[in-house]
């Protein structure tokens, strides 16, 4: 997996870049027919690698999709990763702000 290309995109666009699966999976694995639950998660942990992160934080597995690319280091990374604890927080019942993602449950969606 050849991620140069996206890494770089991110990092000239101010640590954010909305990219299609199509095109992530054409440098993650061009080999490969389609994308499958596990090649996503594989994907997701390289990006992790090179300081990257995903939103939605679970890539699909359709090539049509559209995923927010986040470069971690960057504030609107950090933003996103104290987001995705009180999403996960929420999910088993122990959100220190109960009800937060009642009026954003796209964001819920995406974080968890």
């Not at 690698?49 to 971690?72: A, H, N, S, Y």
């Not at 987001?83 to 702000?97: C, E, F, N, T, Y």
């Amino acid at each position: 997996m050849d991620f140069t290309v996206i890494k770089h995109a991110v990092e000239v666009d101010h640590g954010i870049k909305r990219l299609s699966m199509s095109f992530i999976k054409k440098h993650a694995a061009p080999e490969r027919a389609r994308l499958s639950a596990e090649l996503c998660g594989e994907i997701s942990e390289e990006f992790e690698k090179i300081g990257l992160t995903t939103l939605p934080r679970t890539l699909p597995t359709d090539t049509r999709e559209f995923v927010w690319i986040i470069q971690r280091s960057s504030v609107l990374g950090e933003v996103t990763a104290i987001a995705a604890v009180l999403a996960q927080l929420d999910k088993i019942g122990m959100s220190p702000l109960p009800q937060v993602f009642d009026n954003y449950p796209q964001a819920k969606n995406s974080l968890a």
